[in-house]
């Protein structure tokens, strides 16, 4: 059967659209999960969705799904968030909203029969800004412990890269291999409070020094130990914060992401060992705390292949690549196989008003997620049915 082509005229209007809720005056979007404006944005996806003659549905926690009302699975599951971060841009988690609405009106009202088994998401929470989240990823982690996750035969997300790294090499599409995974550590360094202009450099227990001299090594052992990891020092904190007083108390929060757990043991190995002997050379003590650790996450090698395969045949600019930005596919890899497709950036600006993505390259990642659920739901269907096959033998 022919594929349909999606309505790019429609595509971006909807996203103009739901980019228009929660917008200030500057394009920076505020709908942040549970805001009057998020449940207004998820009002407008359940009615466009009703509109198009498909049914739709929340959950206890506030997820939006959608699908044909004669569907009866199991369902291939596409989406993405319809929150944001305070001052967001117009297409983190929205562009992957609105493409796989897109994505199943296009099917349904083609009467393809991969729409009989497609079912779209927007997920509640996902940035995990306000302080009852926990971190976020509230929607997909609700789903992953509910009862309809046993329906799904799958899950792909759409998505803006969010950094420089597809701009910078000319790719159009990408086929999302994984996540990386995140670790943050506390470290709190203990010395002495003292006069600075009277104590000499040999004589003092310097916290802040050991904070800064901890701060500019973790480039570096990053770099050592995994050339593809990445970390940041996003807080350093003095007391008692005056430039007349040595430090006696210094307090650093520290990140670190790479795309294997062995490469994230290296390197906090090597941040603890280093900063122990930081402290000791500055006459100090010091502890590093592991404060939260989000685990690597690698997608489901059939459904990247079918995912790249497609990327491929649509553009000759395409390749694989690791997400360094958490989504709700690392939630759904653990009970469902997944798999992701990146369009670029522009400038590598997210969680901005400066997101940006031209319009040809919106379209043209939205057309290969529709290809890809056709060939991933033939792909999974068929071995649900082999399987069962195999059992009543």
Not at 67 to 78: K, Q, T, V
Not at 136 to 155: E, K, N, R
């Amino acid at each position: 059967m022919t594929l349909p082509s999606i309505n790019a005229e429609r595509l971006l209007t909807d996203l103009t659209h739901l980019g228009q809720i929660g917008a200030g005056a500057d394009g920076s979007i505020y709908r942040v999960a549970g805001s009057a404006a998020d449940l207004a944005g998820r009002d407008w996806i359940d009615k466009t969705m009703r509109v198009a003659g498909l049914h739709t549905y929340r959950d206890d926690i506030g997820n939006v799904f959608s699908r044909r009302p004669d569907s009866d699975g199991p369902w291939l599951l596409i989406g993405s968030h319809a929150d944001t971060v305070p001052g967001g841009g117009y297409l983190d988690g929205a562009y992957g909203v609105i493409a796989s609405m897109e994505v199943l009106r296009t099917l349904h009202e083609a009467g393809h029969p991969a729409a009989a088994h497609l079912e779209t998401v927007a997920f509640w929470d996902e940035e995990g800004v306000t302080p009852e989240s926990k971190g976020g990823l509230v929607g997909s982690t609700a789903l992953a412990g509910h009862p309809h996750v046993d329906d799904l035969i799958g899950y792909l997300e759409l998505h803006v890269e969010q950094g420089p790294r597809m701009e910078r090499d000319g790719l159009e599409l990408s086929a999302v291999t994984g996540i990386v995974g995140v670790r943050r550590y506390a470290v709190e360094v203990r010395g002495q409070e003292n006069h600075a202009g009277t104590t000499p450099f040999a004589l003092r227990a310097d916290a802040g020094r050991v904070a800064t001299r901890f701060a500019a090594q973790l480039r570096d052992i990053c770099q050592d130990v995994d050339d593809t990891s990445i970390g940041n020092i996003g807080s350093i904190a003095l007391e008692p914060n005056a430039p007349n007083v040595v430090p006696g108390l210094a307090r650093v929060q520290a990140e670190i992401r790479a795309g294997s757990e062995k490469s994230l043991d290296g390197i906090e190995d090597e941040l603890r060992a280093t900063l122990a002997r930081i402290a000791q050379e500055e006459n100090c003590t010091a502890e590093l705390r592991t404060t939260s650790a989000k685990p690597v996450a690698d997608f489901d090698s059939r459904l990247v292949d079918a995912v790249e395969e497609v990327c491929l045949h649509r553009s000759d600019r395409a390749e694989r690549m690791l997400s360094y930005a958490g989504h709700d596919a690392s939630v759904m890899s653990t009970r469902v196989p997944t798999a992701m497709i990146f369009v670029p950036s522009t400038g590598g600006y997210s969680h901005s008003n400066l997101e940006h993505t031209p319009d040809e390259q919106l379209v043209l990642g939205t057309q290969a997620l529709l290809e890809s659920v056709v060939a991933v739901s033939a792909l999974m269907l068929k071995q649900d049915i082999d399987a069962d096959h195999s059992l009543a033998a």
